[in-house]
């Protein structure tokens, strides 16, 4: 039994007939009607009732197309796999993330890897300036980053938007306030990282502060989230600005409020080219999670 004569047999059911057959598969109509006839008398049943009008199944034949399918996709799966292989795919993702625990990637990692059919996927935690040369250099497959979309040599795909949330005094924003804006801070120092420790996020709220008519008044610097919220709880009133990664910590005294002017996305970072298998795999994952 030869692979091409399952594809010939399949092909004659999916059309009705050899000569739709053969068209289909660019081939002439007799080796199509040849090979069926070696794979009827090799298996020792007849497989179409042929007459001058229609070509229909036999009983034999229903029975055996769904054992045929299977055995091309099979072999399509190890042809694929094959190809995976040569182009140097050896089913481990290696994805950079940041130093701080990422509730929304570590989601799309266990959605990636809970069928068990995908890639292993192994997580590198770094700077975003490691992240980036690794994944430039090859020592990364990708790397997921926020706020920055572009760096040379690279290829920047969204995943998805996250909102920014921002911390005050409560007597500054009360709870019940159903939204802030920047503007609403504006008279309060903002306490934010040196620029070298994030460039991007830096320059996404200066610009937005500027944008909303105002230039910040610099306060402390921020330090870790909860060490910077017992600092505004504590301090002279002053606020930040973040992104959770995960759940943020409540501090009494402080109220975080989501803004409604700015977001940050989060990007994959891969090298220029198609899409590897295991990329691919970890794109589909997000889709799944975030929808």
Request: glycine share 8%; aromatic share 6%; hydrophobic share 40%.
């Amino acid at each position: 039994m030869e692979i091409r004569q399952l594809e010939y047999f399949t092909a004659v059911a999916d059309t009705g007939g050899f000569g739709r057959a053969a068209t289909s598969l660019h081939i002439v109509q007799a080796a199509v009607s040849q090979q069926i006839r070696r794979l009827e008398r090799e298996l020792g049943v007849r497989l179409f009732d042929r007459s001058t009008r229609h070509v229909r199944l036999t009983d034999a034949g229903r029975r055996l197309l769904p054992e045929a399918r299977a055995v091309l996709a099979a072999v399509e799966r190890t042809r694929r796999l094959a190809a995976d292989l040569a182009a140097g795919d050896s089913g481990l993702l290696r994805l950079g993330i940041g130093r701080a625990y990422d509730a929304g990637t570590y989601r799309v990692v266990a959605a990636a890897t809970s069928a068990g059919s995908g890639p292993r996927v192994e997580t590198h935690r770094t700077t975003l300036d490691e992240r980036l040369s690794g994944v430039r250099e090859g020592t990364l497959d990708a790397a997921v980053v926020r706020v920055q979309d572009s760096a040379p040599g690279l290829e920047f795909t969204p995943l998805w938007t996250d909102p920014l949330y921002v911390a005050a005094p409560t007597d500054v924003i009360p709870p019940t306030r159903d939204s802030v804006r920047l503007t609403d801070l504006s008279a309060l120092p903002l306490r934010m990282a040196p620029r070298q420790n994030n460039p991007a996020f830096h320059d996404l709220i200066l610009d937005a502060c500027r944008r909303g008519g105002f230039d910040p008044v610099p306060g402390p610097a921020f330090t870790t989230l909860l060490e910077t919220l017992h600092d505004i709880a504590g301090g002279e009133p002053s606020w930040t600005v973040f992104y959770p990664l995960d759940k943020p910590p409540a501090v009494p005294g402080v109220t975080l409020h989501r803004l409604s002017d700015v977001t940050t996305d989060v990007n994959l970072v891969t090298r220029p080219g198609p899409a590897t298998p295991a990329i691919r795999h970890l794109l589909a994952a997000v889709r799944e999670t975030t929808g």
